[in-house]
């Protein structure tokens, strides 16, 4: 589930069944995927490979805060990562997730406020654009610019509902860009 959309649709579940909820993300360089499929009995073409990594949505647990229950693992894990899952499990089976009080209102985010982080966004977007130009070329190019644009949106309406946090005073443009 590359989207954070779609782990999103598992926690609600988790939630409105009170059960536990995790997600392990395993962090694979590009090119180790692209060298481990090749050596798969029915490889997938290079440019699925290359377009699943761009679009893949890593899990951020300082900005969306029901992703906090995210074990990473690199791609040479070691055993005392293995045991973090464990008792990440335990942990998650022992405080399972709970419904969002639908009483409760969220606070009205100032339309100042969502100006500025909106310009945030943009600017982060124009700054990975400007980053990557060199490397790609113009379909991929077209390709990062519509995902990237897509996710501008997918973030502020998140921010808007609550699900994230953002203070446009204190957030560096870098925290910014790991949304995307």
């Known amino acids: 589930m590359y ?25 694979v360089p590009l090119e180790e995927a692209q060298t481990r499929n090749t050596t798969r009995s029915n490889p997938i073409p290079q440019e699925i490979i290359s377009r699943m990594w761009i679009k893949l949505e890593k899990p951020n647990e300082q900005f969306y805060k029901w992703e906090r229950n995210t074990v990473h693992l690199t791609v040479n894990y070691k055993l005392e990562e293995i045991m973090k899952i464990e008792e990440k499990v335990a942990q998650c089976a022992n405080n399972p997730e709970h419904p969002i009080e639908q009483d409760i209102e969220r606070e009205l985010v100032e339309q100042s406020t969502l100006h500025k982080v909106d310009l945030l966004l943009r600017k982060a977007v124009s700054d990975i654009i400007k980053d990557r130009r060199l490397t790609l070329n113009g379909l991929d190019l077209k390709q990062l610019s519509e995902h990237l644009v897509s996710r501008r949106r997918t973030i502020l309406n998140d921010f808007k509902m609550g699900l994230i946090e953002v203070d446009p005073q204190s957030t560096t443009n870098e925290q910014i860009q790991s949304l995307f």
Do not use: D, N, P, T
Request: aromatic share 16%; net charge positive.
């Open 3 to 27: 989207y954070r959309s779609m782990r999103y649709e598992i926690v609600a579940l988790a939630r409105k069944y009170r059960v536990g909820f995790l997600q392990v993300h395993l962090e």
